[in-house]
């Protein structure tokens, strides 16, 4: 199974509550701007080219999971002011 399936895989069980949300950076040695657009049209979270240093994937890999907890912090805001509205009903 290549990256682009295993991640429509992934995103689908996701979505179906299975798996909790995932963070996935393809590597690839493909830099064309439209295999970019499409891995990413297919779930993936950022791309990565090939030859890559360690530490700049390390910074990636770390603004994405700082970008993921700000998603999940405000969600369970709204999730806290939904909560807090129910209970004056």
Do not use: C, W
């Amino acid at each position: 199974m290549d990256g682009l399936t295993a991640v429509k895989h992934i995103r689908e069980e996701e979505a179906a509550g299975k798996l909790s949300m995932n963070l996935v950076i393809a590597l690839t040695g493909n830099a064309r701007q439209g295999q970019i657009d499409e891995a990413k049209a297919s779930g993936m979270d950022d791309v990565i080219i090939k030859p890559y240093r360690l530490d700049n994937l390390l910074q990636k890999i770390e603004a994405m999971m700082k970008l993921r907890a700000k998603e999940v912090f405000k969600a369970a805001d709204a999730i806290g002011e939904v909560a807090e509205q129910m209970s004056y009903l």
